[in-house]
């Protein structure tokens, strides 16, 4: 396959087919064929890489297998397609721009955190970005918290006054965070959690996440560095009736790495539109990786839940 791949240039350039439209057409036919392979996902982001070279962009060919490339990089799997079929779909999800929610979160994690429970926080998350804003963050209601890639921030409502911190994970570790979160820290874990939380299923279109099915029913993710996650492997599973989504397990790596979740979706409704997973339970995971549900660490339940296609919107349509 990767031979084929690599000569994709040459069998364009070659006369022994002397009709370039007929040239261009079998490259697409095996760069097509290739897209279907799924398995060769990281092959994808190569050759796609490959296909912006100099001489090969330039050539009709070079820009066919360049869009067969692209969608091979999104190949979807059954449980995949299945997924965003139950969450609205892969146009829908494709031209969304924001969600806006209205949430409430309790649990053991805050309480070990010395922080408070959230109670109706609103929250304004970019799709296609990790950008989010969750107002109030902490006891101060005029406080919001922001999330912007790696960073975070606070956003005095009254006088508009801005604290930063840039690349906020680093500041994570053997501290004083093993004891108590700030403003800051809880603007930053909040945040990321709830765009990666409630930006799926967009996030099986993003290319810097690549997805693998183990078995029908469940999804693998793995996450570049460049988006804030718990932890860059997380395992999906979803109804084979419904592809709704039911559980993910991963690790709280800013809290340690010891700490094994199990997020179950405990009930769905329709706000808007939309399927939303409105009451979730994160708990620990046993020995042999089940939930144990003596012990919510995180629940949360969503009120309002909207997505907007207004690309400039600030507020709720």
Same mark, same amino acid.
């Given at each position: *396959?990767?031979?084929? +791949?690599?000569?994709?240039?040459?069998?364009?350039r070659a006369e022994i087919f002397p009709d370039p439209g007929y040239r261009a057409g079998l490259v697409h036919r095996v760069c097509s064929y290739v897209g279907e392979q799924r398995k060769y996902g990281n092959l994808a982001v190569w050759f796609a890489s490959a296909c912006h070279s100099a001489e090969f962009a330039g050539s009709v060919c070079g820009g066919l297998a360049y869009q067969s490339i692209k969608l091979m990089a999104v190949t979807l799997t059954t449980t995949a &397609?299945?997924?965003?079929?139950?969450?609205?779909?892969?146009? =829908?999800? &494709? &031209?969304?721009q924001r969600i806006f929610a209205t949430v409430?979160?309790?649990? +053991?994690?805050?309480?070990?955190?010395?922080?408070? =429970? +959230?109670?109706? %926080?609103r929250l304004e998350l970019e799709i296609h970005r990790p950008y989010g804003v969750i107002s109030p963050v902490g006891k101060n209601g005029s406080t919001s918290g922001i999330l912007d890639g790696q960073d975070a %921030?606070?956003? @005095?409502?009254?006088?508009g006054t801005m604290v930063r911190r840039q690349d906020a994970r680093s500041h994570f570790g053997w501290n004083r965070r093993l004891l108590w979160w700030d403003d800051l820290d809880m603007a930053y874990f909040a945040n990321y959690a709830f765009w990666n939380y409630f930006t799926f299923p967009a996030l099986l279109l993003n290319k810097s996440i690549s997805w693998h099915e183990p078995t029908d029913g469940e999804l693998i993710a793995t996450f570049s560095d460049t988006i804030p996650t718990h932890c860059r492997t997380q395992h999906f599973y979803f109804s084979r009736e419904t592809g709704l989504l039911s559980r993910l397990d991963y690790r709280v790596n800013i809290i340690g790495r010891f700490t094994r979740a199990a997020h179950v979706v405990v009930e769905h409704a329709i *706000?808007?539109?939309? @399927?939303v997973p409105a009451l979730r339970r994160v708990t620990p995971r046993g020995p042999g990786g089940t939930p144990l549900p003596g012990m919510v660490l995180i629940e949360i339940r969503v009120h309002? =839940?909207?997505?907007? =296609?207004?690309?400039?919107t600030n507020t709720p349509p």
């Open positions: *396959m990767v031979t084929a +791949l690599c000569h994709c240039d040459l069998l364009y &397609r299945r997924a965003l079929a139950a969450y609205g779909g892969a146009q =829908f999800w &494709r &031209r969304a409430s979160v309790r649990g +053991l994690a805050l309480v070990l955190k010395n922080r408070p =429970f +959230l109670g109706w %926080a %921030a606070l956003a @005095n409502d009254r006088d *706000m808007n539109g939309v @399927n309002e =839940f909207t997505v907007s =296609f207004d690309e400039t």
